[in-house]
């Protein structure tokens, strides 16, 4: 069974920038799609970015130019660099992925709380 721990959140002023991980263990390959998802209070949970096994990347409109995407595979583990943080950026990231698709297909981690202040 994969599981997925986020971490790296935190309070950063608007402007700054953080590094958030996301350790994936209990998969023997590299999982073909992953995925970075936030969920802000009282809004539905959206994708962020997404990577595959080949290192194709894609994101949100929102975090186009601001936000990247990468994977170590060696060391089973997804990075989100953010740069330029809003405040409408504040929300609870997650990770998670699958190999059939660029959906969640396992069990959610406790993500990690990522606030801008203005």
């Known amino acids: 069974q994969v599981h997925v721990a986020e971490s790296g959140g935190g309070l950063v002023q608007a402007g700054g920038s953080l590094r958030l991980s996301c350790a994936v263990s209990?998969?023997?390959?590299?999982?073909?799609?992953m995925v970075w998802y936030r969920q802000a209070p009282g809004k539905l949970r959206e994708m962020v970015a997404q990577v595959t096994a080949g290192d194709s990347t894609n994101y949100a409109d929102s975090v186009k130019g601001r936000f990247a995407i990468s994977q170590d595979i060696g060391k089973n583990s997804v990075y989100l660099e953010m740069s330029s943080l809003k405040p409408e950026d504040s929300a609870v990231y997650y990770c998670?992925?699958?190999?059939?698709?660029?959906?969640?297909?396992?069990?959610w981690g406790q993500g990690t709380q990522v606030t801008v202040s203005s």
């Open positions: 998670n992925g699958c190999n059939r698709g660029p959906h969640p297909c396992f069990n």
């Open positions: 209990g998969s023997p390959f590299s999982i073909n799609f």
